[in-house]
């Protein structure tokens, strides 16, 4: 296993102390799941006591000390964190994340720190001196079967949050939940015990399914499966079994269409979080309304006015699990208009009318909703891969100059004092007249748009 040069030196010191360093935790997973190791975290066995370490790690770099209580130092050599920590047991003493005791020894043997761990694969070890990796309890066999497994009943249901830890590690890594651990997460979600999770804590695990997960669809359909969708998310559970036009969609209900489009969003991620999050929850929520807005007849089954009724519910889905407000009224005009883009192809939308959506929602981003949402299905014509629509729709945004932005108005409040007009409430008024004849075309110069408001004056 490669590691950092700085940690062998440091596990060289440690050796004069009869100590030894062991790489444990997901960068031993990942090594053997031939993904990037990001992060180093080294558990040191055979000291007396944390002040030791820290005396030893700060002759190489800086340490902070944020984490010493639970037995955790933060150090910092040549711009790059590691964390250094003592092994450790604990002992659940109240809800939540911090209702923990926690106990360092530093005598403890591995497979006894190791029992704390969640899955078998996040409990295997490389021991730095001796170059060989530690697998006390099958971690290796998991990851040649593909199957996710919990180590200890006793200590896995300490923390619930780690049934959602499960949920992103089946979908990210295409692994299959063995099924004495199913049978206990869905006992734990059947007694309640998600109900003590912190939504922020809830939220770094959504985030990793839909940042990290090639086929998110995986992780949600362990969740329904587990109990989840149908406990805990209600506007999910909303749209399963919610029938669609077999024209347009010949994959199924408005969950399976929901997951495939979920899928296919993944092909747009670009990186950075913030827009990808936005991306895939607007892809998540998109049909909400379908739940009450579906209307099955003898010939047809239609879902008028779905797209404005899924605001409402997406609103409650997302403070769910975030109060980031400015990052949820983001996605609801991606939500309220994810139609308009196929409308405004088939219709050859006036030039005014794109300029007017512009000012609404972000066309880019509305097209990728609106791209992932067309090819999420099994029609003929979304197997090519081809949204013609959005195409369409972004040449024509780019022309206008309104791809990511809507037009600067031409005219500004100074330019209408300059006009002799004494400032007023009637500001606004006029300014907005003057926008509005902007994105209609009928002015197109700041000379156009003075002439046009002496007019109205």
Sequence with gaps: MKIPKIINNISTQLLTKNAKAIIVGGSVRDHFLKLPIKDYDVEVYGLDSLDELENILAR???VNLVGKSFGVLKFTYDGEE?????????EKIGVGHRGFDVSCDGMLSFEEASLRRDFTINAMGYDVEEQKFLDPYGGMDDIEKRILRHID????????????RAIQ???????????DSFALCQKMVEQGMLDELAKERVYVEFKKLLLKSPKPSIGFELMRDLGIVAKYYPELEAIIDVPQSKVWHPEGDVWIHTMMAVDKMVKYREGEEKYDLRMMFGVLCHDFGKATHTQIRPDRISAWGHEEAGIEPTERFLYRLTDEHDFIKSILPLIEHHLAPTIYFYNKAKDSTIRKLSTKVNIEELVTIAKADFLGRTTEVATLG?????????AKAEELDVYNEPPEAILQGRDLIEMGLTPSKNFKILLNEAYTAQLEGKIISKNEAIDYLKLRL
């Design 60 to 62: 190489y770099g800086s």
């Design 82 to 90: 590691y964390d250094f920590s003592f092994p450790r047991t604990e």
């Design 153 to 164: 009943d006793v200590t896995f249901v300490e923390d619930p949050l780690r049934i959602y």
């Design 169 to 179: 590690f089946v979908a990210r890594f295409g692994y299959k939940l063995a099924d």
């Design 386 to 394: 081809v949204y013609e629509a959005g195409d369409w729709l972004l």
